[in-house]
């Protein structure tokens, strides 16, 4: 009986390639199963350090005009809005900051229980609501608050994570998002409507407020990157060293 190495060198080359190809198949699958087993370590952070900031905008707003080509009733009618939310002072709001690749530290807070009441996105006239949010991976609960059909569709990058019909006021969804990532999410009815779904690898995430501020606490003291980020357009990384116990206060300007 010849050996697999003899075997193997009789078998057509197109049928080696297929060997090759499901070989390296196993092999990216294999990666991405140890990748996903490390997951975030909840451990006792002993004078961890604070990381502080505000995000500005200093330039001209700038805007989209939203075009409704259906249900003006409900949608209303043409409009210019901003793609930043900018205060008085600046200040931009539901700018997301997080620390890039974080293995071990605190423990996810009462804010990031998953529990009975999930977190929230419902379309409201036509716009989701909220626009930008940040939540553990687990389940997202979508609603329809408007009196006509909604197809919500949300991506991680190009894949669907997930499709639902909505065509009644009222009509409520669950979707599972257990992937960490960032999800993009539109009406497939109502091309304008854009919401963005943050789901995250560690509680080291921070929404910025009305006045552009956040706050990351309890940081294991370590070198990281600081994430910026307002849309898929503007994102800004950044080395940041945080030392046991000491409040690190910095400013970061989109542009």
């Given at each position: 009986?010849?050996?697999?190495?003899?075997?193997?060198?009789?078998?057509?080359?197109?049928?080696?390639?297929?060997?090759?190809?499901?070989?390296?198949?196993?092999?990216?699958?294999?990666?991405?199963?140890?990748?996903?087993?490390?997951?975030?370590?909840?451990v006792?952070?002993?004078?961890?350090?604070?990381?502080?900031?505000?995000?500005?905008?200093?330039?001209?707003?700038?805007?989209?005009?939203?075009?409704?080509?259906?249900?003006?009733?409900?949608?209303?009618?043409?409009?210019?809005?901003?793609?930043?939310?900018?205060?008085?002072?600046?200040?931009?709001?539901?700018?997301?900051?997080?620390?890039k690749?974080?293995?071990?530290?605190?423990?996810w807070?009462?804010?990031?229980?998953?529990?009975?009441e999930?977190?929230v996105?419902?379309?409201?006239?036509?716009?989701?609501?909220?626009?930008?949010?940040?939540?553990?991976?687990?389940?997202?609960?979508?609603?329809?608050?408007?009196?006509?059909?909604?197809n919500?569709?949300?991506?991680?990058?190009?894949?669907?994570?997930?499709?639902?019909?909505m065509?009644?006021?009222?009509?409520?969804?669950?979707?599972?998002?257990?992937?960490?990532?960032?999800?993009?999410?539109?009406c497939?009815?109502?091309?304008?409507?854009?919401?963005?779904?943050?789901?995250?690898?560690?509680?080291?995430?921070?929404?910025?407020?009305?006045?552009?501020?956040?706050?990351?606490?309890?940081?294991?003291?370590?070198?990281?990157?600081?994430?910026?980020?307002?849309?898929?357009?503007?994102?800004?990384?950044?080395?940041?060293?945080?030392?046991?116990?000491?409040?690190?206060?910095?400013?970061?300007?989109?542009?």
């Amino acid at each position: 009986m010849r050996d697999y190495k003899q075997l193997y060198s009789l078998c057509p080359a197109k049928l080696r390639s297929v060997s090759v190809a499901i070989f390296a198949t196993a092999f990216v699958a294999s990666a991405l199963f140890a990748h996903r087993a490390q997951a975030y370590e909840e451990v006792i952070v002993s004078g961890g350090g604070t990381l502080t900031g505000k995000v500005v905008f200093n330039g001209d707003v700038p805007t989209k005009m939203v075009i409704p080509t259906k249900d003006p009733a409900v949608c209303g009618g043409i409009r210019n809005v901003p793609t930043i939310a900018v205060g008085a002072d600046k200040g931009v709001k539901n700018a997301v900051a997080y620390l890039k690749v974080v293995e071990s530290g605190k423990a996810w807070g009462k804010e990031w229980m998953q529990s009975m009441e999930a977190p929230v996105l419902d379309q409201v006239k036509c716009e989701f609501a909220p626009y930008v949010q940040i939540i553990r991976p687990g389940t997202l609960n979508i609603l329809n608050s408007d009196p006509l059909l909604h197809n919500t569709h949300g991506f991680y990058g190009r894949r669907t994570a997930f499709n639902l019909a909505m065509p009644n006021k009222g009509d409520s969804n669950r979707a599972d998002l257990k992937r960490p990532g960032l999800v993009r999410i539109e009406c497939d009815a109502h091309g304008w409507m854009l919401a963005w779904v943050h789901v995250a690898d560690s509680p080291y995430y921070a929404v910025t407020g009305e006045d552009g501020m956040f706050t990351i606490n309890d940081i294991p003291p370590g070198e990281y990157t600081l994430v910026i980020w307002q849309d898929t357009e503007r994102t800004i990384e950044q080395k940041v060293v945080v030392k046991t116990g000491e409040k690190l206060e910095m400013s970061i300007e989109l542009n």
